[in-house]
C-alpha cells in the first residue's frame, strides 16, 4: 500500500516508516501538519497513519480538511492521547482504527493488512452516480446492478475515469492511457466522438466536459 505517516517524533518516524517499507509497503513520512497537507493536495494515497498531536496542524484537522474536499482515505491514528472526547472525535471523522501509544510495530502492520482487505473489496466497486457503479475488477458497469453492454473502448474509458475521479483528464491522457493500443495519433475530436458516443448509452450523464481541456466524473456525495 502507498501509505503517508504522520509522526512529528523523530525516532518513531524512522522506525515505523522503516519496518513498513521492509513489510513491501510504499512511505512518505513527514513530522509536520502543513506540510502533510500540501503532499495530500498532490498526491493519492491508499492509507494515512497519523499521530494527533503534531506542529502546525493537527491530525484530527487535516482529516477534516479531507473530509470537506470529499476526499475520502482510510485513516489509523496512533497516539498518547487518552481523552475519550478526542478518540470519538477520530471516529466520528471516519477514522478505521486507533492504536495508543506505545504499541508494537507488529500490531500496527496486522492493522494496515485488515485494512488493506477491506480496502480492495471497496476499491474494485465504485460508486459513479446514484443509479452506476463501475467494478475495475471485472471491468463492468452496472446501472442499478445489471450489467451494461458497452464496447471495449468505452470501457476502457469508463474505467480510465473512474480512476481518476475528481480530477479532470486531459486528451492527452485520454490519448496514452484509453488509446495506449493505437499507432496512428488520435485527435481530440476522434476522443469527443467515442465520450459522446458513450453518453448517449447512459441514462445517467455523470461524464462532464470540462470544455477545451477534457472530462471528468465527480465524486459522488454520501
Known sequence: MKILLLEDDILLNESIATYLSKTGHCITSVRDGSLCLEILEKERFDLLVFDINVPNVNGLSILETLHAHKKIIPV?????????????????????????????????????????????????HKRLSSSYNFNCENMTLYFHDEPQVLSK?????????????????????????????????????????????????????FILNIRGIGYTIKVPTP
Open 76 to 124: 489509523i491514528f496512533i497516539s498518547a492521547l487518552i481523552d475519550i472526547e478526542d478518540i470519538s472525535r477520530a471516529f466520528e471523522l471516519g477514522c478505521f482504527d486507533y492504536l495508543k501509544k506505545p504499541f508494537h510495530l507488529k500490531e500496527l502492520t496486522l492493522r494496515i493488512d485488515r485494512i488493506s482487505k477491506t480496502a480492495k473489496k471497496v476499491m474494485c
Open 153 to 205: 473502448r468505452q470501457l476502457k474509458i469508463i474505467e480510465f475515469l473512474t480512476l481518476n475521479r475528481g480530477f479532470v483528464c486531459s486528451y492527452d491522457m485520454f490519448r496514452e492511457s484509453v488509446w495506449d493500443d493505437v499507432d496512428t495519433y488520435v485527435d481530440d475530436a476522434t476522443i469527443r466522438t467515442e465520450v459522446n458516443r458513450l453518453k448517449t448509452h447512459l441514462k445517467e450523464d
